[in-house]
């Protein structure tokens, strides 16, 4: 049994050698493709992946991030090597697994259990860190600490979606869906992972920006909810800075555990749970002949030449706030 990470990046470059060590600690293999980086996010991967061989560098590219195709892109260039029984990842350069996978594996999952959805702890900026950056308290070379040392104010996510599966070889990933076609049956517990999608004021402005650029193209707009639409196309980062007083904002010191939170938001009723139990237990080879695979040729959609020349102008390596 081994656990494969599927990686997609752009523009991490804060932070993906902390993600990947991070992955490092568990994974078997961590697979990355880099659509588009311009801040030396892939010359990190690269090198890194010169030291340790578990770290697949499958291509940079500059392409649109569609969940569904890039991620199952990933999967379709990893299964290559997988075996069934084996457990692959849908992992992010911001996102550091609170129980590692393996473990989650051994003492939380029951044997029937072949699909585990995520719990995020959402690390928050705070007002009065944005407040602390603009007074020069905290600066660009904080960045190489520890993001947990960083940012320690965080709040319990309730939605959730798939992030782990146990692999089988007849399962079928199409660009059409963002999960594999009747993928298992569905874990009661989370799998805990603290998230840090707003790390300081620098690269929350420049994720804006990004975004920005990258909801031109209408077919992508689809990616964010209505609020982020709004916020990434008016260019308001500062929105999503986290007011001090926020409700259910909770303190967590590095190095202790974070509380448990068991919702159940994810399950169906009792008695669709049972049904999907037989049929997950007897009919997943019998359903996946009738699923579509994934077609010749599927590959995200390019960004124009003179729009990725722009990225990389506005927010390439030569940037002093890079």
Known sequence: MRFFSLLPVRDEAEIIEQSIRHLLTWSDFIYVFDTGSVDGTWEIVCDLAQIERRIVPLRRDPVYFNDTIVRGWIFHQARQIMRTG?????????????????????????????IVYHQYYNFVLLKSEVDAWNEGKESMTDRIKPIEERRRWYQPSVYSEPRMCRYRDTMHWPPSVSFPYNAGYLAAERLPIRHYAHRDPVQLERRCFLRAMMMADQDNRSNWSAPELHHWAMGEWENLITPDDAPGLHYWLPETELPEVHQSNHLAKPAIRSLQRLAHAFLLPILDQTRTGWPDGAYPKQIPAAVARRMETELGTNRTDA
């Not at 473990?103 to 072949?114: A, D, H, Q, S």
């Open 86 to 114: 084996d457990w692959f990842l849908r992992v992010d350069a911001d996102e550091f697994h609170h129980v590692p996978p393996p473990l989650f594996v051994k003492e939380r999952l029951r044997p029937y259990e072949t």
